[in-house]
């Protein structure tokens, strides 16, 4: 009961056109602005990491130059890069070899390498000629013979400056100590600058400089955000140089990465989208090239947190969604109430009509549709008296014209049986012309009379068409008038419908013959197209029709407009074969200055797909 009821599904509609509105203007501000805050922070981490990367680039620059530092005194005597050369040795000690009297220059070189930069931790100075390792902490200097001490090699394969990627701080193979100092607790990078012995590829001496990582922790979360973002700094084998977490836990420290993201770092820069088990989000990169250092800065940033503010947005969407929603509820409901309790005031009125109570009325409760609703009922129930009457005198009317139409059919018959006996007459007195004309005209009133079929054999409507031809021979003359039939025996069953050829014949008398009839033709011919579709075509030797005519003609049957009494018979023909047969049903008027034709394209069931 109430769910079919108007009240129920005014209630729904009201609801939905409240829903669906808002809940589609959720779904897609929720995917615009999660579109819109992708390419926002696509287009910020760019520049992010652009940045991040020139400044890793500039700083590892200025690690490559205080390398080359030792380098400024190779024309001075007494300079760091002297003290190490020696090119006179008249005491034989191998070149390449600290003398004592050049050590304290040693000492102060370094010392003035390590307060260069504040975040030296460790100097380290290994000497290859007399292998012997020279270390700075804290300005506590160390020497001593290092005999199992082999300087790293470049991951490139060359021989040139690289810095090793973060590692726990070591002793390079020294045994000396320092006090209150104990290693391994110190997270750093290394520095590596082989010194050569100019102009040639020789190396003297190796330089190691480790340096604690506050200003790469500073430059990196210049491009990130701690907790919901990673970062990484990587070189060109996939080790690390940084990763979140530097300060307090360094799990990180010495590995390599082997998530498969790595593969896909190939351009100088990107951003993809990625997903395993252990990320699922957009990786962005860009490449860092120097000469100490070559690899890539790389930022994840998980779906969560690129879609947060979006998905910010969409709650509060949803939440004044949900407050209109119940608005639009309570507002659904008073509605409902108040546009339908006229209507089951009208509901109770009906009832009491429909069990006989035609004195029932009931008030008009509004001057809006409703009230005109009401007043229209109450004058109906005021009139079903006089239109019960009227109904019974129009059942007598019409059980009277059903007996005029009987009697109607009667005379018809009646002619035709007088014309059967005139033509029976006819033959007592040896007059067969006679005959045959009485019998023509009565076959066609006979076949006119049938009304009980629509549809007839092609048979039976050229049989009418030659009746109806006999007539107007005797009326033109047999010299005058002559028509020649072409019918397949294969279509002469086909069904037709009725009347549909005679109409066209005596267009041809009306307007093909109009100014008198001498040596005329009619052509008749049915068949089979390739189609497999009747074919008639009805075709005459009158005066033809002009272009003009043809033309609006055409027309008419076109548009099926209102035309003459030529183009009536003709659309006439056409609605009846559309009708009963076919849709494709075609009618074609051809014609010119002597003579038309009328061609009847009909599909059959078999090739109409009926």
């Known amino acids: 009961m109430f769910k079919h009821s108007i009240r129920t599904r005014l209630m729904a509609l009201v609801l939905l056109a409240a829903v669906i509105p808002a809940g589609v203007s959720v779904i897609f ?60 040795n008249p005491n034989g000690v191998p070149e390449g070899t600290i003398q004592p009297d050049n050590r304290n220059v040693v000492l102060t070189q370094l010392y003035n390498l390590f307060l260069s930069d504040r975040n030296i931790f460790k100097i380290h100075l290994y000497v ?223 009832q009491r009509v429909q069990i006989g109570q035609l004195d029932a ?52 018959h009646f002619l035709y049986n007088a014309l059967q006996s005139i033509a029976s007459l006819s033959l007592r007195y040896n007059a067969p012309k006679i005959y045959d004309l009485i019998y023509s005209l009565g076959s066609m009133m006979r076949y006119s009379m049938t009304t009980n079929e629509g549809q007839v054999t092609l048979q039976d409507e050229i049989e009418h068409v030659e009746n109806y031809f006999i007539l107007q021979q005797e009326r033109f003359g047999e010299e005058n008038l002559r028509m020649e039939t072409d019918i397949e025996d294969r279509v002469r069953v086909l069904p037709v419908p009725k009347m549909i050829l005679q109409p066209l014949v005596e267009n041809i008398f009306k307007h093909g013959f109009r100014s008198g009839i001498k040596n005329g033709m ?18 005459d030797n009158g005066q033809g029709i002009s272009e003009s005519r043809l033309e609006e003609v055409r027309k008419g049957l076109e548009r099926n407009e209102p035309g003459d009494e030529e183009g009536i018979g003709l659309r006439n023909v056409l609605s009846r074969l559309r009708l009963q047969i076919s849709e494709d049903a075609r009618l074609f008027l051809m014609g010119g200055q002597e003579g038309a034709e009328v061609i009847l394209i009909i599909p059959m069931p078999e090739s109409s797909g009926r």
């Open 361 to 412: 009325s009931v008030d008009s409760i509004s001057e809006d549709e409703f009230g005109l609703l009401t007043r229209k009922i109450t004058e109906m129930t005021r009139t079903i008296n006089d239109l019960i009457l009227q109904e019974y005198r129009l059942e007598i009317a019409n059980k009277t014209n059903q007996l005029k139409v009987l009697q109607a059919q009667v005379n018809p």
């Open 29 to 88: 501000s929720y995917l615009y602005t999660k579109q819109s805050f992708t390419e926002q922070a696509l287009n910020q981490n760019r520049k992010l990491l652009t940045l991040g990367a020139a400044n890793l680039s500039s700083y590892f620059q200025k690690i490559n130059q205080l390398g080359l530092s030792i380098y400024s005194g190779i024309n001075i005597q007494n300079s760091f890069y002297t003290s190490i050369l020696t090119t006179k």
């Open 128 to 350: 290859r000629a007399n292998s012997q390792s020279n270390m700075l902490l804290n300005g506590q200097f160390r020497r001593e013979t290092n005999l199992t001490y082999k300087a790293p090699a470049n991951p490139n394969g060359t021989n040139r400056p690289f810095i090793e990627v973060t590692h726990m701080d070591q002793q390079f193979g020294m045994r000396s100590g320092f006090p209150n100092f104990k290693p391994g607790q110190m997270p750093v990078f290394t520095a590596h600058v082989p010194i050569y012995k100019t102009p040639s590829d020789e190396v003297l001496a190796d330089l190691s400089i480790d340096f604690k990582l506050a200003d790469i922790e500073e430059i990196a979360r210049s491009m990130f955000s701690p907790g919901t973002e990673t970062l990484y700094v990587i070189n060109e084998q996939g080790q690390i140089l940084y990763a979140p977490g530097s300060a307090a836990g360094n799990e990180w420290i010495g590995r390599t990465v082997g998530a498969g993201w790595v593969k896909e770092l190939k351009s100088d820069s990107g951003n993809f989208s990625w997903s395993d088990k252990n990320f699922n989000g957009i990786v962005m990169y860009k490449k860092v090239d120097s000469t100490l250092f070559r690899g890539s800065v790389v930022k994840l940033t998980p779906y969560e947190t690129l879609y947060s503010d979006a998905r910010t947005i969409s709650r509060i969407n949803t939440g004044i969604g949900v407050l209109f929603l119940i608005i639009s509820g309570i507002a659904a409901v008073l509605i409902s109430i108040g546009f339908t309790r006229p209507i089951k005031k009208l509901i109770s009125y009906t």
């Open 522 to 539: 009619i052509w008749l011919k049915a068949g089979l197209d390739d189609e497999n579709q009747l074919a008639i075509t009805i075709r």
